[in-house]
């Protein structure tokens, strides 16, 4: 079992960074990948973001990339989210995810089926 808690959201103004931080305990040596979702009211869950721990490559949502970064401290069992020039459609509740031994192996590295550990989420706001 792995556990995860969300911290950092909050309310920026457009233009505005936020670094999300999830903090990671149980059992993390068969974590195979982290990421990064958001649901906002009334729309889909997306995938935002997400880093696979042999090798670190990474992945973004065309939505976020160019602007926000996904990274992992394996040594501090933390994994970030830092995102730039926030913008309204931004809003929504952020949830760190990580998968592992039972989670399905194959498929996009955004879909949720890939992760079977999920945190409580954390809010962010971005007004105009």
């Known amino acids: 079992q792995v556990h995860l808690v969300e911290s950092g959201g909050g309310s920026v103004q457009a233009g505005g960074s936020l670094r999300l931080s999830c903090t990671i305990s149980?059992?993390?040596?068969?974590?195979?990948?982290m990421a990064w979702f958001r649901q906002a009211p009334g729309k889909e869950r997306e995938g935002v973001a997400a880093i696979y721990t042999g090798g670190g490559s990474t992945y973004y949502a065309d939505s976020v990339k160019g602007r926000s970064t996904i990274s992992r401290d394996n040594a501090q069992n933390m994994a970030y989210l830092q995102m730039n020039s926030l913008n309204p459609e931004d809003t929504a509740m952020y949830y760190c995810a990580a998968g592992s031994v039972g989670a399905a192996w194959y498929g996009h590295p955004l879909q949720p089926k890939l992760y079977n550990s999920w945190g409580q989420g954390t809010q962010v706001t971005v007004s105009s």
């Open positions: 149980g059992i993390t040596d068969t974590t195979a990948r």
